[in-house]
């Protein structure tokens, strides 16, 4: 009897322990844990991710280059389709039913609970009409984003593009999905993480139409969008814009630098595009359009990616690391007869005075004068053997930013080559001879140079020495402070009192009268300091280059003009410069100017028979 009553007391507590917890449960699931209840309304429910707003960009001045618009994109839930009328609907969307199965069907290989793009960037107007008939398409609803917008259709390359991510993308980063956007090129790319912000989510009643009753909870759970950074660029749009102008009907590019800073001007890249075709539904039909059947490519970056020879501007460059190891004296002079003769070799000269000093020589750009030059650097006896010499001449000129990445905050930027001791020790023999390498003397043979580091090499002469790494952003963000490695000098090995007769000769070539290249580059009442080049081109007609800087005092620009196929560094680099220059540091182009500017805007190099090869550099 005791047992039985003793098995009642025990089942009578397990039955009232089951109960007990049955009951902490259904309290927990339905006043403490919101989890199953949500889940529960998840089918009366739709979460919208809240794109946040990416970062407006500005110019120098304050002027806005990069804003947003507002973009509609159509979202599918496969999982609530019901049948509709996919007539009407097709109608409404200007899409083939064929279009419609397609959709629906990728959108069910991506996931049936989850939304994805059915149709992107719908117009204002199409969405207008739809919205008003949305509800009769279960599954489907609208979510808002933005596209950028370019006021000024202007400094393509510069600004860059964005694009749909890639899975890749998707994969490496959480933070994107199907269908969203990203940088790929530009500062739209290097700066992709300060300018799009942080996306939030809204969650929404919805009936049975799918159409969309009010907040769920209040917003409990919503979470708001965090817009991106603005960008406060180094551009002076009204410079760029001009240079722009300028290079209409021309291949090859212009780099502008403030040398005190390092910030970038201008960065003009011709051909260009309009950055208006890289929005919208048009873009990845305007992108294959441009890589795959325009011969200009307009895509190609031709300021960092264009490797070129720098011809005669590189003159410059050989005569400040002869000063530095002291080969020669600025009084030191050559004879030119014509060009430089040694044996069955010759590089041929234009005529001029002779003999020269450096200062004449820079003025007149003597190839004889260099090529003497550049012997003495490499057969100095202080070095041994021209090796070690041309091992000395090269850490000198990569002092200057060649042969390797600048660090500018944009991406793709090549390094450019400065051969090596080793490339010419292939080439030839152990011992080769400096003749060898004579055509580095006025800018040809292996060298490879891009547009923006002649714009810094120009720069650190302007600054008598040093440079800053050329940036296109001065900040981040309303209070943002610019990188520090921006802020850093970087010392070229040439003593700063090796520039003043360098800099006098290029004084000489902008304004020392009779034999001075570059007199189109003058400007009343500034000191403008340059140097020409004409690059030979063996295929073509040669390229014309220009580097200047001015004022020569307390210098506020410098610049590079490189033009394809302008055959003397005279006809076209040299006046375009001093057309930039004249813009940027007056505003305003003279009246005695006006007819130079009319044939730089006339000329016209792509679609009319470009002049022979000269076979001589100037």
Not at 467 to 482: F, M, N, R
Not at 576 to 600: A, T
Request: proline letters at 4%.
């Amino acid at each position: 009897m005791n047992n039985f009553s003793n098995r009642k007391y025990i089942i009578g507590g397990i039955f009232i322990l089951v109960v007990l917890i049955f009951i902490i449960r259904l309290f927990n699931l339905q006043i403490i844990d919101d989890t199953y209840k949500l889940s529960a309304e998840n089918n009366s429910q739709r979460q919208v991710t809240q794109y946040p707003a990416r970062g407006l960009i500005y110019d120098r001045n304050g002027k806005l280059l990069v804003y947003n618009q507002a973009a509609y994109d159509l979202m599918l839930i496969p999982r609530q389709l019901e049948v509709f009328d996919t007539t009407d609907f097709c109608q409404l969307l200007g899409i083939e039913k064929l279009e419609l199965i397609e959709g629906i069907a990728k959108a069910k290989h991506y996931s049936y609970r989850k939304a994805s793009i059915f149709l992107k960037q719908l117009s204002s107007e199409r969405y207008a009409v739809l919205q008003e008939k949305l509800y009769k398409f279960p599954g489907f609803f609208v979510q808002t984003r933005t596209l950028r917008k370019y006021p000024l259709k202007s400094a393509a390359h510069a600004l860059g593009y964005l694009r749909e991510v890639t899975n890749q993308e998707i994969k490496s980063d959480p933070y994107f999905r199907q269908g969203d956007y990203i940088g790929k090129s530009g500062i739209e790319r290097t700066y992709e993480k300060e300018l799009r912000g942080e996306k939030g989510v809204k969650i929404y009643w919805v009936d049975v139409f799918n159409r969309i009753k009010g907040s769920f909870r209040n917003g409990k759970f919503d979470e708001k969008a965090v817009s991106g950074k603005n960008l406060h660029t180094s551009l002076d749009i009204d410079l760029q814009q001009y240079g722009e102008l300028l290079m209409q009907n021309k291949k090859g590019g212009i780099v502008a630098i403030e040398p005190h800073t390092g910030e970038i001007l201008a960065k003009v890249s011709s051909p260009g595009y309009d950055p208006e075709m890289f929005v919208g539904r048009a873009m990845n039909k305007n992108y294959q359009m441009m890589v795959q059947n325009d011969s200009l490519k307009p895509l190609f970056d031709r300021t960092m990616q264009a490797l070129y020879p720098p011809g005669s501007i590189f003159k410059l460059v050989n005569a400040l690391v002869a000063l530095q190891e002291n080969v020669i004296s600025p009084a030191a002079r050559f004879e030119c007869h014509s060009g430089y003769h040694v044996g069955n070799f010759t590089m041929g000269c234009h005529s001029h005075a002779s003999p020269l000093d450096l200062r004449h020589a820079i003025q007149q750009s003597c190839n004889a004068y260099f090529a003497n030059v550049f012997r003495y650097i490499l057969e100095s006896p202080k070095f041994g053997s021209v090796q070690d010499g041309y091992t000395a001449w090269r850490k000198d000129v990569t002092s200057f930013g060649f042969g390797s990445e600048l660090g500018i905050d944009l991406p793709n930027e090549k390094t450019g080559s400065i051969p090596t001791n080793e490339y010419y020790q292939n080439k030839y023999r152990k011992n080769w001879r400096a003749l060898n390498a004579i055509s580095l003397a006025i800018g040809q043979g292996e060298l490879q140079i891009t547009p923006m580091q002649m714009a810094n090499m120009v720069a650190a002469i302007a600054n008598r020495g040093y440079y800053y790494i050329p940036h296109i952003v001065k900040a981040v963000g309303e209070d943002g402070a610019l990188g520090k490695k921006y802020l850093e000098k970087h010392y070229t090995s040439v003593d700063s009192s090796n520039f003043t007769p360098v800099i006098d000769g290029m004084e000489m070539v902008v304004t020392g009268g009779e034999g001075s290249t570059g007199a189109l580059a003058a400007i009343k009442d500034i000191r403008v300091c340059g140097k020409t080049g004409t690059v030979q081109n063996s295929d073509e007609a040669d390229h014309s280059v220009f580097v200047a800087f001015a004022p020569r005092e307390n210098p506020k620009i410098a610049i590079v003009v490189y033009v394809e196929n302008g055959v003397w560094g005279s006809r076209y680099a040299a006046p375009i410069s001093g057309l930039m220059i004249e813009k940027y540091l007056k505003g305003e182009i003279s009246e005695n100017k006006k007819w130079l500017e009319k044939r730089m805007l006339d000329a016209d190099l792509i679609n009319q028979a470009a002049a022979p090869s000269t076979g001589v550099v100037e």
